[in-house]
């Protein structure tokens, strides 16, 4: 990792792992509508180039408002891609550059919020290793759960470490060889089922285990529900809506306060 980065004064979540699919944008989304909702002065960097899930999201919200919708609070945010330079060290140094720069551009935002993708890149493990809170969403089941580490099914022993956990741990030591603050690496179950089955608990129990071997914290998070992707056209969530009247809603609303909460981001 190059010393050429300089951190930043505003607190920076990056939203990662490297698997496609398991709710990085859509959490990424739900926690920049909710600070933006206690006034906090929000930027977002989406290093997913090729989807632009978070960048799209937002362009329908400014669309919408543009289109006569109501009035709702608004990031400033950019997309960075990956360069196209034929050498190696290059494209790195074209990353960094880019990435600097854009840090440097939010200097005055209280949060920065970063979407990666679902694969490995230099960009994505420049921000892993800026990140004051890493939050991995994991979908529930012992597939995803091989994105941290290999678990036993029948005595929950870790055998092994992912790729992923080991980048992570990389990072961490990074940030501790230039004195900065330890990240907090949040993992959170994302999709639950309704139903409380046993999958749900062996999950939980693995997680358990390997919380304390790979040091994170892990936290309950969304259910799946239909809320948390069909207001994408408008660029809205479940926070925006003015009047929220079934019980699901509510309950909806509920779960990403406390996922918010307990990222402990207001200390
Ligand atoms: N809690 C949820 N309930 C219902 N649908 C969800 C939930 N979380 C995410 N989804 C849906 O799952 C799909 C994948 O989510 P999302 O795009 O946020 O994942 P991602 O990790 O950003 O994916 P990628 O790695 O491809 O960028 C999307 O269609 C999204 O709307
Ligand atoms: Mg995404």
Not at 70 to 93: C, G, H, I, Y
Not at 192 to 212: E, F, G, I, P, Y
């Amino acid at each position: 990792m190059s010393k050429r980065m300089k951190k930043i004064s505003p607190h920076l979540i990056v939203l990662g792992n490297e698997k496609g699919g398991t709710g990085k944008s859509t959490l990424a989304m739900h926690i920049v509508v909710s600070l933006m909702n206690v006034e906090k002065k929000v930027a977002v960097i989406d290093l997913d180039s090729r989807q632009r899930s978070v960048a799209r999201y937002l362009q329908n919200r400014r669309t919408s408002m543009e289109n006569g919708s109501a009035r709702v609070a608004m990031p400033e945010f950019t997309v960075l891609a990956q360069s196209n330079a034929e050498v190696v060290k290059d494209r790195e140094k074209e990353e960094e550059r880019n990435l600097q720069q854009a840090l440097d551009s939010y200097k005055r935002a209280d949060f920065i919020v970063i979407d990666c993708p679902g694969n490995d890149t230099y960009l994505s493990r420049l921000a892993h290793a800026l990140a004051d809170t890493l939050v991995t969403p994991l979908n529930d089941s012992f597939v995803d759960l091989d994105l941290l580490g290999e678990v036993s099914a029948t005595t929950y022993q870790v055998k092994k470490l992912s790729f992923y956990s080991e980048m992570v741990w990389d990072s961490r030591k990074y940030r501790s060889a230039s004195g900065k603050a330890p990240m907090d690496w949040i993992v959170v179950r994302n999709r639950l089922a309704s139903l409380d089955s046993r999958n749900n608990k062996r999950v939980h129990d693995a997680l358990d285990v390997l919380q304390k071997r790979v040091m994170f914290r892990y936290v309950p998070g969304l259910y799946e529900r239909v809320i948390y992707k069909e207001l994408f056209p408008s660029g809205s969530t479940i926070l925006d809506l003015e009047k929220v009247n079934s019980l699901s809603h509510v309950a909806a609303r509920q779960e990403v306060r406390s996922l918010v909460d307990s990222l402990n981001l207001f200390k």
